[in-house]
């Protein structure tokens, strides 16, 4: 189900602020610098990678691809680009992990966007985007749900709500992630079914309150809080780690490839194609780019 914030009589006021730091809406419009890579916008970056590659992925190597395709052109593994380069050049290479150490060279940061509920802009703009804590979210779920308002929230309750979810756990724990889309529609159409995110805000805070009070009481009293926020960032490449690079070069050169064959059944950048990606340390505020509050949000919960 379709969420708006701007037709919901729960949405709560915004506090007053960094208004200016606002962006355009839609990643396909927005200006993007040379130096950061922008994942969902091939357009921006498809002649550059192919001369990037030139090296290796040469003319020859293109013209045999489109010769004789392999069956399968994946992302994950890409053995098949490594026989072709062999094959025709000779060179025998990890095209992962070559791909992924050229993009670092090549670019200076990556852009991608985090989602969250909030009332005050400020605090992120200040304090920049931070890992899960989960006693911060705990202290948070404390004020909105045991503060009074619901008689049966006792302590015990409280602390069986903590112990169920097992967020301090150092094995599968909640802690000591941030969670970003490279492709900012994973946050708030139906391809990502993310949404719950803007809608309720910290995924954590919403599995507490359901396990202190009614899911209908968490939902009410989660969307009061000001508007669904989606901030775009520039991640140094540095913050990045080689699996992450390694993943989304795979996926552009899976996207190259089928081009050049016309190939329909491309996953890369297909709708519903994942680009998520986490950061195991806080993002500083002066990597955010700016932010906005997408009007339409699909719910997931709903």
């Given at each position: 189900m379709q969420y708006r914030w701007t037709d919901c009589e729960l949405s709560g006021p915004m506090e007053a602020g960094f208004e200016d730091r606002?962006?355009?809406?839609s990643q396909e419009l927005r200006a993007v610098p040379d130096?950061?890579?922008?994942y969902p916008r091939p357009d921006l970056w498809r002649t550059r990678v192919w001369s990037m590659l030139s090296d290796i992925v040469t003319e020859d190597v293109r013209a045999a691809?489109?010769?004789?395709?392999p069956e399968y052109i994946v992302?994950?593994?890409?053995?098949w680009l490594n026989a072709i380069v062999e094959r025709?050049?000779?060179?025998?290479?990890?095209?992962?992990?070559?791909?992924?150490?050229?993009?670092?060279?090549?670019?200076?940061?990556?852009?991608?966007?985090?989602g969250t509920r909030t009332d005050d802009l400020g605090r992120f703009y200040r304090d920049g985007l931070r890992l899960l804590?989960?006693?911060?979210?705990?202290?948070v779920a404390r004020r909105l749900f045991a503060s009074g308002a619901?008689?049966?929230?006792?302590?015990?309750?409280?602390?069986?709500?903590?112990?169920?979810?097992?967020?301090?756990?150092?094995?599968?724990?909640?802690?000591?992630?941030?969670?970003f889309c490279a492709d900012e529609r994973n946050l708030f159409t139906t391809q990502g079914r993310c949404g719950h995110y803007l809608v309720y805000g910290s995924e954590y805070l919403f599995n507490l309150g359901i396990r202190l009070v009614s899911r209908s009481d968490t939902k009410r009293i989660l969307k009061s809080i000001g508007r669904p926020t989606?901030?775009?960032?520039?991640?140094?490449?540095?913050?990045?780690?080689?699996?992450?690079?390694?993943?989304?070069?795979?996926?552009?050169?899976?996207?190259?490839?089928?081009?050049?064959?016309?190939?329909?059944?491309?996953?890369?950048?297909?709708?519903?194609?994942?680009?998520?990606?986490n950061l195991t340390q806080d993002l500083p505020a002066g990597e955010i780019v700016g932010h906005y509050h997408p009007d339409s949000v699909f719910d997931p919960l709903q």
């Amino acid at each position: 189900m379709q969420y708006r914030w701007t037709d919901c009589e729960l949405s709560g006021p915004m506090e007053a602020g960094f208004e200016d730091r606002a962006v355009e809406p839609s990643q396909e419009l927005r200006a993007v610098p040379d130096d950061v890579l922008c994942y969902p916008r091939p357009d921006l970056w498809r002649t550059r990678v192919w001369s990037m590659l030139s090296d290796i992925v040469t003319e020859d190597v293109r013209a045999a691809f489109v010769l004789d395709p392999p069956e399968y052109i994946v992302s994950d593994d890409l053995s098949w680009l490594n026989a072709i380069v062999e094959r025709v050049t000779g060179l025998d290479v990890d095209m992962k992990s070559l791909v992924a150490d050229r993009l670092e060279r090549e670019y200076r940061a990556f852009r991608a966007a985090h989602g969250t509920r909030t009332d005050d802009l400020g605090r992120f703009y200040r304090d920049g985007l931070r890992l899960l804590r989960p006693e911060d979210v705990e202290a948070v779920a404390r004020r909105l749900f045991a503060s009074g308002a619901f008689e049966n929230v006792t302590e015990e309750r409280f602390a069986a709500a903590i112990a169920d979810l097992g967020a301090r756990d150092e094995k599968g724990g909640r802690g000591g992630r941030l969670y970003f889309c490279a492709d900012e529609r994973n946050l708030f159409t139906t391809q990502g079914r993310c949404g719950h995110y803007l809608v309720y805000g910290s995924e954590y805070l919403f599995n507490l309150g359901i396990r202190l009070v009614s899911r209908s009481d968490t939902k009410r009293i989660l969307k009061s809080i000001g508007r669904p926020t989606l901030f775009v960032c520039d991640i140094p490449m540095s913050r990045l780690r080689s699996s992450t690079l390694e993943a989304f070069g795979g996926m552009m050169i899976e996207y190259l490839f089928c081009e050049l064959v016309n190939d329909p059944d491309c996953h890369a950048l297909s709708p519903g194609a994942g680009s998520a990606l986490n950061l195991t340390q806080d993002l500083p505020a002066g990597e955010i780019v700016g932010h906005y509050h997408p009007d339409s949000v699909f719910d997931p919960l709903q």
